[in-house]
């Protein structure tokens, strides 16, 4: 295969989620209105409760990571999503593509629309909670932003995974897994409040370390260590994993005859 037929394919894939944006209007309400509704929302009450600059600057940080991260992921998840749907699973998968075209070229728009909504959470929360994002630097932010880039891609692919697996039944991982990061990895709190038990799962997922790395920079300790190592390694090794289980599950939804009973 050329590089040039290799980039097409994943640019369909692209345009297929642009394509689904702009025939949907709920989807753009739903991309702009609840990040910024969390945003203000979560503001106003740190605003109330009279918090410190140094606690409103990590509750913002942990709720506009969060909206980084669901965005993008939900890009991903739709890609399938909508062919479960609009029941033309079959059809996605008799075109030679693979899973690579499938995933990066909707994580590629998944990209552009959570970078558009992080630069407007950014504003809103400059200029409603006088809040500066940018403090750590840009490098440091595009270290950041990478690290929830890859954490929203091992997202996607799980819901991927899943819904290839149990069908429908699986629809609801698109907005639960994302609600399920948000109560361990110290969305709103530090994880050294958990419980031993999920303390240990805590460590063990990537955006954790992301948001100790740039929390840091706003003055707050951890117990945690190695930031952006720990957690490229874990984001990198779960992300190869999770590649491998979608190719195995495309492969067994293809023998087993559940890509037509998607489709029905």
């Known amino acids: 295969m050329s590089l040039r037929s290799e980039w097409t394919k994943i640019l369909a894939f692209v345009f297929k989620n642009v394509i689904i944006t702009r025939s949907n209007v709920f989807s753009v309400f739903e991309v702009l209105f609840w990040p910024t509704v969390g945003l203000l929302s ?21 709720v506009i990571s969060m909206s980084v991260v669901q ?84 997202v996607g692919i799980t819901v991927c995974i899943l819904v290839l697996v149990f069908g429908h039944k699986a629809e609801v991982a698109a907005w639960s897994l994302v609600s399920v990061m948000l109560l361990i990895c110290g969305i709103y709190y530090p994880i050294s409040m958990l419980p031993a038990p999920i303390m240990v799962a805590a460590k063990l997922i990537p955006l954790t370390y992301f948001l100790e790395y740039f929390r840091s920079f706003y003055g707050f300790s951890s117990d945690l260590s190695g930031f952006l190592t720990r957690g490229y390694g ?28 998607l489709s029905e």
């Open 71 to 154: 965005v993008c992921q939900i890009d991903i998840a739709y890609v399938l999503l909508y062919d479960v749907w609009g029941k033309c699973v079959k059809h996605e998968f008799i075109a030679p593509i693979s899973s690579v075209h499938l995933i990066l070229g909707s994580w590629l728009i998944g990209i552009f629309r959570s970078g558009a909504i992080f630069i407007l959470l950014v504003f809103f929360s400059s200029h409603a909670f006088r809040f500066d994002f940018l403090k750590p630097g840009v490098g440091a932010l595009a270290l950041f932003l990478v690290g929830l880039f890859l954490t929203s891609a091992l």
């Open 234 to 261: 874990y984001a990198l090794l779960y992300l190869g994993l999770a590649w491998v289980g979608l190719d195995l599950v495309i492969r067994n939804a293809k023998r087993t005859g559940i890509l037509i009973k």
């Open 42 to 62: 979560v503001g106003l009450l740190a605003k109330y409760l009279q918090l410190g600059p140094d606690m409103t600057a990590f509750i913002l940080i942990g």
